[in-house]
């Protein structure tokens, strides 16, 4: 991480839940880090390394390239839905596709600096039986994956993909489930949800952004695809039962409330071939991760939980 200090980095989505811890991250490292996004900058700001772009133009992105000339890349901006409706086809393409892409060809152009690209455990994996991706964003996220593995075997430039499963932590706005049951349970309010079946791989912000700081510095690593999850799945009812006993245990959710969307998957990470290829395990248990979580909402929102430090 040392290699870190004074390195020109460029963090699209950076003013997104992950991008902004992994900014932190790498100021903290002694990195010069620029930043991206299409709607959080403040276009008054005078701060140089706060650049407003939609990715999805390729002048834009040239435009971003030519100000950050970048020897690093962590592209996070990403239109991240899990819906199914018919409009998101067009959205997520333009914004998770067509940015990837514009990305890569522009960091091509630049003299290859290493992109380390967000992928996303909704997009299937490269092996095993041909499948078919659940909803709009993971097929452009997998047509992402495959376009970064084209660049890297054609073009040779260093791009590292990394497949982040279901990620949780202070900072999370909702819709987003932890958030959404956490600030419901603070409110006194039962929150609406689907069955609760589906079994999921949680993995804690703070640890992802390791991941990421990893993955740009670790030598040998140039056009793999790596799972970044806790290697252990806990349904969605699990999870909210947690939640509840740390909140108020006098609530009940209601589970089938919601519809649960068709083709959902229950990938877990292979984390022991991360560890093996980027020396990174997650080090926060679900417990902790979720206490931390809840301990940020309730001191925003003025409340104490009956047990949040438990």
Request: glycine share 10%; proline share 6%.
């Amino acid at each position: 991480m040392d290699a870190l200090g004074g390195r020109r980095v460029l963090v699209t989505g950076g003013s997104g839940f992950i991008g902004s811890r992994l900014s932190a991250r790498l100021r903290s490292l002694g990195a010069d880090v620029y930043v991206t996004s299409r709607t959080g900058v403040d276009p008054a700001s005078d701060d140089r390394r706060r650049l407003r772009a939609d990715l999805a133009s390729l002048d834009e992105t040239r435009v971003v390239f030519a100000a950050a000339r970048p020897d690093l890349v962590f592209h996070l901006a990403s239109r991240v839905t899990g819906g199914r409706e018919l409009d998101l086809v067009q959205a997520t393409l333009l914004d998770n596709l067509i940015a990837t892409v514009n990305v890569l060809m522009v960091a091509t152009e630049g003299g290859n600096p290493r992109v380390v690209l967000a992928g996303s455990m909704e997009e299937p994996g490269f092996d095993g039986p041909i499948a078919v991706p659940p909803s709009p964003y993971a097929a452009a996220k997998w047509s992402a994956s495959n376009y970064a593995r084209m660049f890297h075997a054609l073009y040779g430039l260093p791009v590292v993909n990394l497949r982040v499963f279901m990620v949780y932590g202070p900072g999370q706005g909702e819709p987003r489930l932890i958030p959404y049951v956490m600030r419901s349970l603070l409110r006194g309010e039962a929150p609406q949800l689907t069955s609760g079946t589906r079994a999921i791989d949680w993995v804690y912000v703070d640890d992802v952004v390791e991941a990421f700081v990893l993955a740009s510095t670790t030598a040998g690593i140039e056009g793999e695809l790596l799972d970044i999850g806790s290697g252990e799945s806990v349904t969605i009812r699990r999870l909210v039962e947690k939640i509840v006993a740390m909140v108020d245990p006098e609530i009940d959710p209601v589970f089938g409330a919601v519809a649960d969307r068709p083709l959902e998957t229950s990938n877990v990470a292979d984390v022991r071939r991360t560890e093996a290829k980027l020396d990174w395990r997650p080090a926060t248990s679900l417990d902790d991760g979720l206490k931390a979580t809840l301990e940020w909402l309730a001191q925003r929102q003025g409340i104490e939980p009956a047990d949040a430090s438990a």
